[in-house]
Structure formats: structure tokens, C-alpha cells
């Protein structure tokens, strides 16, 4: 079975730093693509960095030079390093995975943690 475990939501001033992570099991987690997407109140889901199984990686232009996405083959998980945090960045964090569940190997699957949220204070 598939779990994602998120941690490191909470609240933060303006111009702070938060990191989030993601515990990743029950995957083959050497050939996953791992991202974070956020929501913000009435707003759609957006993503805002995704490291891939290739190594590449991405960022929305927003958060940029900001956040620093990073992905551990040791502890299973992917990190959002979240340094300079603005009001616009508040919202429920989420991670994605895309990858090959380990229990059906040939298969390739998407995956959602339950979220975690951003409080962003002034």
C-alpha cells in the first residue's frame, strides 16, 4: 500500500522559512516524481516544485529563488525548504507522487498526501 506522510506545516511571519517533508512507502521510490502543489482558498490547486526521477527539477515562477525542492533516496522523502515566505504563499501544502507502486511494479500511479497547511503571518 501507498502512504504519504506530510510534516512541517504550521505558521510563520513574513519573511521566514518553513520546511516541509514528505515520507514516501510502498512505492519504488528510486523512479518516482515527486512534487508539491498548494491551495489556496478558492483558488485551484497549482504546483510549486517537482523534482523528477531524472533529477530535474522545476519551479513555479512565483516561488522561485524562494523554495528549494530536494528529494532523499535514504529516508524515502521529499523536502520544500521554504525561505522568504509571503502572504501569497499561505495555503494547504500537498504532496503528489507519480511513480511505480511497489506491490504492482508495471503500473504507473498518482499519489496524494492528506496536506498540510501554511498560515502566513504580518
Known amino acids: 500500500q501507498v502512504r504519504l506522510g506530510e510534516s512541517g506545516g504550521g505558521l510563520v511571519q513574513t519573511g521566514g522559512s518553513l520546511r516541509l517533508s514528505c515520507y514516501v512507502s510502498?512505492?519504488?521510490?528510486?523512479?518516482?516524481?515527486l512534487s508539491w502543489y498548494r491551495q489556496a482558498p478558492g483558488r485551484q490547486r497549482e504546483l510549486v516544485a517537482r523534482?523528477?526521477?531524472?533529477?530535474?527539477?522545476d519551479y513555479a515562477a512565483a516561488v522561485k529563488g524562494r523554495f528549494t525542492v530536494s528529494r532523499d533516496s535514504v529516508t524515502m522523502s521529499v523536502s520544500l525548504q521554504m525561505d522568504n515566505v509571503q502572504p501569497e504563499d499561505e495555503g494547504v501544502y500537498y504532496c503528489?507522487?507519480?511513480?511505480?507502486?511497489?506491490?504492482?511494479?508495471?503500473?504507473?500511479?498518482?499519489?496524494w498526501g492528506q496536506g498540510t497547511p501554511v498560515t502566513v503571518s504580518s
Open positions: 503528489n507522487v507519480i511513480g511505480r507502486p511497489s506491490a504492482t511494479p508495471l503500473t504507473r500511479e498518482e499519489f
Open positions: 510502498g512505492t519504488i521510490f528510486s523512479s518516482d516524481d
Open positions: 523534482i523528477r526521477a531524472s533529477g530535474r527539477i
